[in-house]
């Protein structure tokens, strides 16, 4: 019996004469650079392009803002199916995150970069499936279950769901004074000195970051993502 042959998986092409990236996939429900993030796509380059670590690493971020805008685009009722709600809120998650700079300091106990979730496993089993084998700024991503009381040592993303407001605010509270970016899915989360509240609206996924709990805690985060934060 001929064994199955399996299907390339799609890729995207950082074109030399554009900034736009272009995806082979043509049929998704979002946009063409939507997809990187998710599972069974990759980005490639052209040969001759962006040879330099700092050119790739500029590339990098343009092409992860075009996939945060279009993860943030309402999607087509025809194609609303083909990805899950865990899964846009683990790309979103993603995507935040590579436009967070966190002290050397944070480092110094874990070279790693961890994403700690508390509450929900279905984004922490997606968030695994989209950072394995991946880094942001050359640090491996790590993503770690937690209890939802803490005490949260290592993370430098915490991300609360499933739980009461109160409880998700106390475990934000626990972090407030340390480089740790928390997002959360519970209404009033930013309110109550949470960083970034995850919010669904006419089909799309949507945040809000506080960038005062955010100065605060010792991080930055970049201008291309505070463009995109509206408020619920």
């Known amino acids: 019996?001929?064994?199955?042959?399996?299907?390339?998986?799609?890729?995207?092409?950082?074109?030399?004469?554009?900034?736009?990236?272009?995806?082979?996939?043509?049929?998704?429900?979002?946009?063409?650079?939507?997809?990187?993030?998710?599972?069974?796509?990759?980005?490639?380059?052209?040969?001759?392009?962006?040879?330099?670590?700092?050119?790739?690493?500029?590339?990098?971020k343009l092409l992860a803002a075009a996939v945060l805008v279009c993860l943030l685009q309402p999607a087509p009722a025809a194609r609303a199916q083909e990805v899950t709600t865990p899964a846009l809120v683990a790309a979103v998650i993603v995507g935040i995150a590579k436009f967070t700079t966190w002290p050397a300091d944070a480092f110094v106990d874990e070279p790693n970069l961890?994403?700690?979730?508390?509450?929900?496993?279905s984004v922490r089993e997606e968030l695994e499936r989209l950072t394995?084998?991946?880094?942001?700024?050359?640090?491996?991503?790590?993503?770690?279950?937690?209890?939802?009381?803490?005490?949260?040592?290592?993370?430098?993303?915490?991300?609360?769901?499933?739980?009461?407001?109160?409880?998700?605010?106390?475990?934000?509270?626990?972090?407030?004074?340390?480089?740790?970016?928390?997002?959360?899915?519970?209404?009033?989360?930013?309110?109550?000195?949470?960083?970034t509240l995850l919010y669904f609206r006419q089909g799309r996924v949507a945040f809000h970051i506080d960038v005062d709990a955010a100065r605060r805690s010792g991080i930055q985060i970049s201008s291309r993502a505070l463009v995109l934060s509206r408020q619920p």
């Not at 939507?34 to 380059?45: A, G, I, K, S, T």
């Not at 961890?114 to 496993?121: E, I, K, L, M």
């Not at 491996?140 to 499933?162: M, N, Q, T």
């Open 1 to 60: 019996m001929a064994s199955r042959r399996s299907r390339p998986a799609p890729t995207v092409t950082w074109p030399s004469r554009s900034r736009r990236p272009i995806c082979s996939t043509k049929s998704i429900g979002y946009c063409c650079s939507c997809r990187p993030l998710l599972p069974n796509h990759r980005v490639v380059r052209e040969p001759g392009t962006l040879r330099r670590d700092g050119a790739t690493r500029r590339a990098r």
């Open 114 to 121: 961890v994403f700690c979730v508390a509450g929900d496993p």
């Open 132 to 195: 394995r084998g991946r880094d942001i700024e050359g640090r491996p991503i790590v993503v770690r279950p937690e209890a939802p009381a803490g005490p949260f040592d290592g993370c430098h993303l915490l991300y609360l769901s499933g739980m009461s407001l109160a409880r998700a605010v106390d475990a934000a509270g626990q972090v407030a004074d340390r480089p740790v970016l928390t997002i959360s899915d519970i209404p009033g989360f930013s309110r109550g000195g949470g960083i």
